[in-house]
């Protein structure tokens, strides 16, 4: 049986809630009552959606009221619709709230060994209603979605974002040496970046991550050596891979220790604490209150 809609094709739910109360209350007075409104309009509007279906929904005399069959088949159709409609309205009141819905947020690989995973762990906590969806892409592809709203947000290696983006500085990490676990310094305690100043180096590409690559390089030029790089890499995991192949020595973030790679070693570099780059990033005309929790537990992260 179809709903209740007026001329103008809008459906009258004040109607259905008039029909839905009268039909358990079975009694015009406490039904009225219930709706906070006088019998008259609680009659007018049974009447009036009785006389657009064209069927009668109640059998009433002055000491009783009872549904008809037609009336029960409504009842329950006009319980889905305003069960469907306390729904819709709870949903948006949660996404406005910031309780329900999705944030699509990137990340770069090395990122798993940092920041990242304790952030959306905590947020996954304090909003369990919230779907995270992590998608691994380089940081030139994240700036490039953050930029079209393509993402909520971005975990990227960079420490300068391009407006009209907004950052959040990730918790500090520094530079360690990636040795192949034979090489005669890869037991060394520390070692002087000098020593290295004869080697090949395994190399971060620059088209994927500017900074990534430029810190590594300045690193370098502070010590007075121009690297010879025989291989490029896109992902940092990829550099300590052609390392423990004996392709070559790397500068990684310490945190890629945590990868738990095979074949290579990682030692601190004496007198240095440089530190590498990496920052959330978000569009700034473009926060909801899903992603506006998700900033406050970042924010809040690194300031423990």
Not at 52 to 63: A, D
Not at 82 to 87: I, Q
Request: glycine fraction near 8%; charged fraction near 20%.
């Amino acid at each position: 049986m179809p709903l209740h809609v007026g001329h103008d094709g809008r459906m009258k739910l004040y109607l259905l809630r008039y029909f839905a109360v009268l039909a358990e209350e079975l009694h015009f007075g406490r039904a009225a009552e219930r709706l906070a409104i006088t019998q008259p309009p609680l009659s007018s509007g049974i009447k009036a959606l009785e006389d657009e279906l064209g069927v009668k929904l109640f059998e009433r005399s002055s000491k009783h009221v009872a549904l008809t069959p037609a009336g029960h088949a409504y009842l329950a159709e006009v319980r889905v619709v305003l069960d469907r409609v306390a729904r819709a309205g709870e949903t948006a009141r949660a996404v406005a709230a910031g309780l329900r819905g999705r944030l699509d947020i990137g990340f770069t690989g090395s990122m798993v060994y940092r920041d990242m995973p304790a952030i959306v762990r905590a947020f996954g906590a304090q909003a369990p209603g919230i779907e995270v969806q992590l998608r691994e892409m380089s940081t030139g592809e994240q700036l490039e979605a953050l930029l079209h709203r393509q993402l909520h947000a971005g975990f990227i290696n960079s420490s300068v974002v391009p407006e009209p983006l907004a950052s959040l500085p990730l918790a500090e990490d520094h530079f360690v040496c990636c040795l192949p676990e034979g090489h005669a310094m890869a037991q060394a305690a520390a070692l002087d970046l000098q020593a290295l100043a004869a080697e090949t180096f395994v190399m971060f590409s620059r088209d994927v991550a500017p900074s990534n690559h430029d810190n590594v390089i300045a690193l370098f030029h502070r010590a007075g050596i121009h690297p010879h790089t025989r291989h490029a890499a896109r992902q940092w995991l990829t550099v300590v891979a052609l390392v423990a192949l004996g392709m070559g020595v790397a500068l990684v973030p310490a945190a890629m220790a945590r990868a738990g790679a095979q074949g290579v070693r990682f030692v601190p570099i004496a007198g240095l604490h440089h530190p590498t780059v990496g920052v959330l990033a978000w569009h700034r005309d473009a926060v909801s209150p899903a992603l506006r929790s998700f900033l406050d537990v970042a924010a809040a992260g690194q300031q423990g």
